[in-house]
């Protein structure tokens, strides 16, 4: 992929700071109508964003671009990523854009476009969306004074993605006698996700509902699992949930405090559609970074396990090309194709709540499914991102690391697509090796790419 703009998920960087400008923004939505046919034929354009108070500044520019190339606007509000996703198909629209950085800070901000068929953009679409953003003019794409779009509020549309989840989330799923701790991460699932859970018969404990527009993820939510982790210890709620920023991930606590990462989600999900003969294929898909006990357990039940590249969107593209239904990411990234197409936090909670229920077994059981091989993940700032084998020294480190763990362990060494870091990844059945050979590792890396 050519594209300079648009990442691993959307075009994402600080607010207020190129690419994440206004007049990106206002670009972006004038090359929606000259990309996107439905939205020319006169299909409106869904807009969602969370609670980052850059979102509103975002959301008016790309509704002007929109209509300034003559496409009609419907504005969602606040509301999880997945939402938009679901409604831009139930609504019939045109395309879809969410506004939101995810489990990143306030300061930063995102752009994240879905077609009418509510996936997100192939890389080709992307690269011909980012010619129009790179252009030196726009005016070719500006449109008679008497077509410019128009623009309308959604009715509740927070409230008609809650109603959609029950009608099709959670079809004969009670929940009567649970308590379950909720970290909404001052995001966009304050009010859905709590609003569901209660509906269907949940003691739902909340904390970090409260958005300012500066406070989303600040301590709170899926990347600080130590949390909910709390939460759940002082509340003695049956489980602990966890969102991130725009609700397109969620990770989980068991009743004892101690967190589940996105593998044992997916093996406890694997398994119970398995059961049900509803896995599509015997098989699932997961990253690169998920644990190879994974492997062994889902063999274990007749499952196969295919890996793709890190992001949901390689997930997705993974399921799609051998017609799988369920995927997902160590972080907490869920993709049930049977209900929707895309990351879906509260999906991944209500799936997870039915084999619960089902299997009539707490979480800390139920989680007992996987065994998993000791990891060590580390995350570095780096001032840039050079191909590993121009840093030196590192070529050498990595060979002798991987011959010290042979069959019985692996390195992963990537770049953040969405963040100025770098992340290794080290796996090993001797969880003693795996501090000092990070050090080995890591020293070449720091080097030459820390300041």
Not at 13 to 24: D, E, F, V, W
Request: glycine content about 10%; proline content about 4%; some cysteine.
């Amino acid at each position: 992929m050519n594209c300079s703009l648009f990442g691993t998920d959307g075009i994402r960087g600080q607010a207020n700071t190129y690419p994440l400008t206004p007049a990106i923004a206002t670009r972006l939505g004038l090359a929606l109508c000259r990309e996107f046919a439905s939205v020319a034929a006169g299909k409106p354009v869904l807009i969602g964003r969370d609670t980052r108070r850059s979102g509103a500044m975002l959301e008016q520019a790309l509704a002007a671009g929109i209509m300034a190339g003559g496409g009609h606007v419907q504005l969602l509000g606040v509301l999880p990523t997945p939402a938009v996703a679901l409604l831009v198909t139930e609504w019939g629209a045109g395309a879809g854009v969410m506004i939101s950085a995810s489990h990143n800070p306030f300061e930063d901000n995102g752009l994240k476009v879905f077609q009418h068929d509510g996936y997100k953009c192939p890389d080709a679409t992307e690269e011909a969306i980012e010619r129009h953003l790179l252009a030196d003019d726009d005016s070719d794409l500006l449109c008679a004074p008497a077509q410019i779009g128009e623009v309308s509020l959604a009715d509740d549309a927070a409230g008609t993605f809650c109603e959609l989840a029950l009608e099709r989330f959670a079809e004969g799923l009670r929940l009567d006698g649970l308590t379950i701790a909720v970290d909404a991460a001052n995001g966009a699932a304050f009010q859905t996700t709590p609003r569901v859970l209660e509906s269907l018969g949940a003691k739902v404990i909340l904390h970090h509902a409260e958005p300012d527009g500066l406070n989303i993820n600040a301590g709170c939510g899926s990347t600080h699992p130590e949390a909910i982790a709390n939460i759940v210890k002082q509340s003695g709620a049956d489980l602990g949930i966890s969102h991130d920023g725009d609700a397109d991930r969620v990770v989980f606590c068991d009743e004892t405090g101690d967190p589940l990462d996105g593998d044992e989600v997916l093996a406890v999900l694997g398994l119970r559609m398995k059961a049900e003969g509803k896995l599509a294929g015997d098989a699932l898909v997961a990253t690169v970074m998920s644990n190879l006990g994974l492997d062994e357990a889902m063999k274990k039940a007749g499952i196969s396990v295919r890996r793709s590249a890190v992001g949901d969107r390689h997930v997705l593209e993974e399921m799609r090309a051998h017609q799988l239904n369920l995927g997902g990411e160590q972080s907490g990234h869920m993709i049930l194709s049977d209900f929707n197409t895309t990351g879906d936090g509260l999906n991944t909670a209500l799936q997870l709540l039915r084999a619960l229920r089902h299997q009539d077994q707490p979480l800390s059981q139920l989680r007992q499914c996987l065994h998993k091989y000791p990891q060590k993940l580390v995350n570095v700032k780096v001032t840039k991102k050079p191909a590993f084998e121009d840093i030196p020294g590192l070529s050498g480190v990595l060979a002798e690391a991987k011959a010290e763990l042979g069959e019985a362990g692996r390195i992963l060494l990537r770049y953040s697509g969405t963040e100025p870091k770098l992340r290794l990844l080290l796996e090993a059945r001797d969880a003693d090796l795996l501090d000092p050979l990070a050090e080995k590792i890591l020293a070449p890396i720091r080097e030459a790419l820390v300041v």
